[in-house]
Structure formats: C-alpha cells, structure tokens
C-alpha cells in the first residue's frame, strides 16, 4: 500500500530553522498538506496545495516541493512550534488520502 | 465560519457498533468532501475515509473496508460514521474534517472536528 514516509523526530532551538521532510512516490503528481496537532487538540492546517498557507497561519511556515519530497519549513521557531507534524496527500489520481507518520518537533 | 461538531465519547463492548456523528454549519452542505480520520493512542492520523454529501458517494481505505460506513443526511447537515465489529484496537479518537470552503478552495481536510473518543472495552 501507499506510504507517505516523515522522521519520527526532530530537534531545534528556538531562533532556528527547523526542516521536515515528507516523501512518497506520488508527491511529483500530487499536492501535499502539512498539519499541526498540538497535544489533546484537532490538527490544524498549516499548509495546503504544496505551497499555499491558509490566513491565520503565521508566515514562518512555508511548504515546499520537489520530486518525491515535500518539505515543511519552520523558520525562527518558537516554544509554541513544539507539537507534532502531518502531511498528506492523495493515493495517486483517486480521492483516497493517505498520511505520513507524523514528526515530533522537539 | 466552518464548524464541524461531533458527537460525545463513547464506551463500547467488543463486537458491537459504533456510529459518530458530525454536524456541519458555515457553508453549502453538498459543496465539499467529509472526511473521517482515526487516531489511536498515542499514534498517527489515519484515513478512514470520505463522502461526497452531494451524491452520497464514499471511498474507503483498504484497512477498514467492509468494517465500516460513512452515510449523510441532508436534511440536519450531519455527517455520520458507522463502525461495526469493534474490536479493541479500535480504541481512538476519530475526527471528521472538510474539504475546504471559500477562502480554502483546493485544501483538504482543512476543517477539522473537536474529535470523539470511542473506547473498546469489556
């Protein structure tokens, strides 16, 4: 079955730049999605169609892609960046959605 | 403003059924793809699968197919979701989501239900 693969973890002071990666076989032809879900809280949109941030969504967050790799960038992270991140993409060209396995941002 | 609202936690016993409801408001019902996401205890997101409210029709992941049922009923806007033949490892919170009403054409499951606990238990 399809997999979308994230590192389970990653670690980052505050001020810096934090980098998480999503890959799958499928990302050249389909849009990614990244989410946020904080501990006891629904996930939250953070990014959507590779690129696109939603309004309200503070601009240290930025989506990339390229191949079979979509990245979500944190830049000048903050205490409050610590919570666990998602993406998501379609099975290739059917309605079908499929998640990574989540990164814990330390 | 989208709002998602799902049903309350729920206690259930091995074998039997669950069925969870999401109430929709904020936008055109029949306009965006629901969606039903499980998460296990201290796990991932996993698709469950989704409905198209317009015209009833669902996709389901392999994983919970035959096990499960996504129907909607128009006229209260609510979407549900049915999971029979429970077992333990079906203890999760389960969340309904939304495609993406104006501004957020495009996204998927961009709005997101508080969650509903159903715990397996004998």
């Known amino acids: 079955s399809y997999e979308l693969t994230q590192p389970p973890s990653a670690s980052v002071s505050p001020g810096q730049t934090a980098r998480i990666t999503c890959s799958g076989d499928a990302l050249p032809k389909q849009y990614t999605y990244w989410y946020q879900q904080r501990p006891g809280q629904a996930p939250v949109l953070l990014i959507y169609?590779?690129?696109e941030r939603p309004s309200g969504i503070p601009e240290r967050f930025t989506g990339s892609s390229s191949g079979t790799t979509a990245t979500l960038t944190i830049g000048g992270v903050q205490a409050e960046d610590e919570a666990d991140y998602y993406c998501?993409?379609?099975?290739?060209?059917?309605?079908?959605?499929?998640f990574g396995g989540g990164t814990k941002l330390t | 403003e989208v709002r998602l609202v799902q049903s309350g936690s729920e206690v259930k016993e091995p074998g039997t059924t669950i069925r969870v409801s999401c109430k929709v408001s904020g936008y055109t019902f029949g306009d965006h793809y629901i969606h039903w996401v499980q998460q296990a205890p201290g796990k991932g997101l996993e698709w469950v699968g989704l409905i198209d409210p317009e015209d009833s029709k669902t996709i389901y992941a392999e994983k919970f197919q035959g096990r499960v049922t996504i129907f909607a009923d128009t006229t209260t806007r609510t979407v549900y979701m049915e999971l029979k033949s429970l077992t333990y490892d079906d203890t999760a919170v389960y969340y309904c989501?939304?495609?993406?009403?104006?501004?957020?054409?495009?996204?998927?499951?961009?709005?997101w239900g508080q969650g509903t606990l159903v715990t397996v238990s004998s």
């Open positions: 998501q993409s379609a099975i290739n060209s059917t309605s079908s959605r499929v």
């Open positions: 169609k590779d690129t």
């Open positions: 989501a939304a495609d993406g009403a104006p501004p957020l054409l495009g996204a998927t499951l961009a709005h």
